[in-house]
């Protein structure tokens, strides 16, 4: 299987567009506290809040993470057609942050420019983006210049390939709340295939008593943030996990955008499902080239244009690196680490 090249860099210029939920929290405070990343600017989209609770959430967040000066530009709540899905309050609670009385934000997110047009100035500019909640934000931007994505990077927390899905049978929530958005979004021409971070990974990779005693402890800033809305989410969040194991999906994103090396990845074509089936929001990920290649035959060896190998009709979905395996002692260890930990190896 093979893994995302790692790029040597002194610093990453990244956007995040995310819907202000707990595991966003983990992996915006994760991500302040990289030297090797510029946060240049954060966005928000309705997901697990609507947008203007996400956008006053992730001031919370940027604040609590001693990043008060990066800007928050409000975006829109996904668009229909989208399948009906209640908001998660029994995962994020009632304000997205677990409900435990965070203080409000010194300051409000900025209200004259709209997320669109900062998403596609930042895309132009070369910054990497990192999608933690519903691809709606992107996939505006994305109609309004799609030539903006040519000379960008995506790394998207949603998906699944083998896992089935989290809000839907088989649809993952970033991609069921809005699959229009996501399709477009995958499809655009980015300049490498985006990363999907999964459930596949998300699921493997968690978090265990120890990474919550390790937060309970509260001996960093970081860690006295994140306990309380960790806590509420632990209640919930893992009932599609091994017994006593809790995912945090956008932490491992946000480590994989900066560490691409902890994922397994193949390129395999992706499509969104957005026929309005028991489907509906399903990224459909074209497994077979793999079993092609077992068998020592490439996909590249069709009969017959859009065919594969075997003479079935070959993948016609967009090219995506899809994280299929995880180092799971990196991502835990990493969390310690955040809590106060000493770290156990090189963490860059």
Do not use: K
């Not at 595991?23 to 030297?35: Q, S």
């Not at 919370?60 to 989208?82: K, N, S, T």
């Not at 960008?152 to 998906?159: D, E, Q």
């Not at 995912?247 to 957005?274: F, K």
């Amino acid at each position: 299987m093979g893994r995302v090249a790692r790029e040597e860099r002194a610093s990453m210029r990244l956007v995040i567009d995310s819907d202000g939920g707990i595991d966003d929290a983990a992996a915006i405070v994760w991500l302040c506290g990289r030297p090797d990343v510029e946060l240049a600017a954060v966005t928000a989209v309705g997901g697990n809040v609507e947008v203007r609770q996400a956008a006053r959430n992730l001031r919370v967040i940027l604040e609590a993470a001693g990043r008060a000066d990066v800007p928050v530009y409000v975006g829109a709540d996904p668009a229909d057609p989208a399948p009906r899905i209640p908001r998660p309050v029994f995962i994020h609670g009632e304000d997205g942050l677990g409900d435990v009385g965070l203080a409000d934000p010194l300051r409000g997110a900025d209200e004259d420019t709209p997320a669109v047009e900062v998403l596609i100035r930042e895309m132009r500019r070369g910054a990497s983006l990192l999608t933690l909640g519903p691809l709606t934000n992107l996939a505006a931007a994305l109609r309004a210049d799609a030539a903006a994505a040519a000379s960008s990077r995506l790394t998207l927390m949603g998906g699944s390939a083998r896992a089935q899905g989290n809000a839907r049978p088989s649809a993952e929530a970033n991609v069921a709340h809005d699959p229009l958005a996501a399709a477009t979004a995958i499809g655009a021409r980015w300049a490498a295939p985006p990363v999907m971070v999964g459930l596949d990974v998300t699921h493997t990779a968690t978090l265990r008593e120890a990474e919550f005693a390790a937060l309970a402890a509260r001996r960093t800033a970081a860690a006295a943030f994140l306990d309380g809305p960790l806590s509420f989410y632990r209640r919930n969040a893992g009932s599609l996990c091994a017994e006593g194991e809790t995912p945090c999906h956008d932490l491992l994103a946000a480590m994989a955008l900066v560490r691409p090396d902890i994922l397994g990845v193949e390129t395999l074509p992706v499509e969104v499902d957005t026929g309005g089936s028991a489907a509906w929001g399903q990224t459909v990920v074209d497994l077979r080239e793999l079993g092609w290649r077992r068998r020592g035959e490439p996909a590249a060896a069709v009969v017959e244009p859009g065919r594969g190998p075997d003479g079935n009709e070959a993948g016609v979905g967009a090219p995506v690196a899809v994280g299929l395996t995880v180092d799971v002692d990196f991502f835990r260890a990493a969390v310690r680490e955040l809590a106060g930990e000493p770290a156990a190896g090189p963490s860059s």
